[in-house]
């Protein structure tokens, strides 16, 4: 199973970017996908998550209402879409698939993607 995420770069504050992540190689729908993200010096934390059929999504509260999570099931994708950039967005994402739970927790996820970074300048 592989994860191909898309979409980072240069952001000023209060720019919009858009993340996608394909999932290749795996014929099982995952329950839950989702974004987390890494800043430089920092954990790994989580930042929204969305469940099989999207009806249930799940936000840090450090980016409710800026940040919206999404996914296609067809396509095999999920997306972030990022408004309202802040200078404490920058990091670097990681999109996560989850067969059984709604990739909410590190413990639990069971593929990663590649990062792509996310730099805003205040």
């Known amino acids: 199973v592989q994860l191909q995420a898309s979409g980072g770069g240069l952001a000023q504050a209060g720019d919009s970017l858009r993340l996608s992540c394909v999932v290749s190689?795996?014929?099982?729908?995952?329950?839950?996908m989702g974004w987390f993200r890494q800043a430089q010096g920092k954990e790994r934390e989580f930042v929204a998550s969305c469940i099989v059929n999207g009806g249930l999504t799940y936000y840090a509260d450090s980016v409710k209402g800026r940040f919206t999570v999404s996914r296609d099931n067809a396509k095999s994708t999920v997306y972030l879409q990022m408004n309202s950039l802040r200078a404490e967005d920058t990091a670097v994402y990681y999109c996560?698939?989850?067969?059984?739970?709604?990739?909410?927790?590190?413990?639990?996820?069971?593929?990663w993607g590649n990062g792509t970074l996310v730099t805003v300048s205040s």
């Open positions: 996560a698939v989850d067969r059984n739970y709604d990739a909410r927790s590190i413990d639990t996820v069971n593929y």
């Open positions: 190689g795996s014929t099982f729908t995952f329950y839950g």
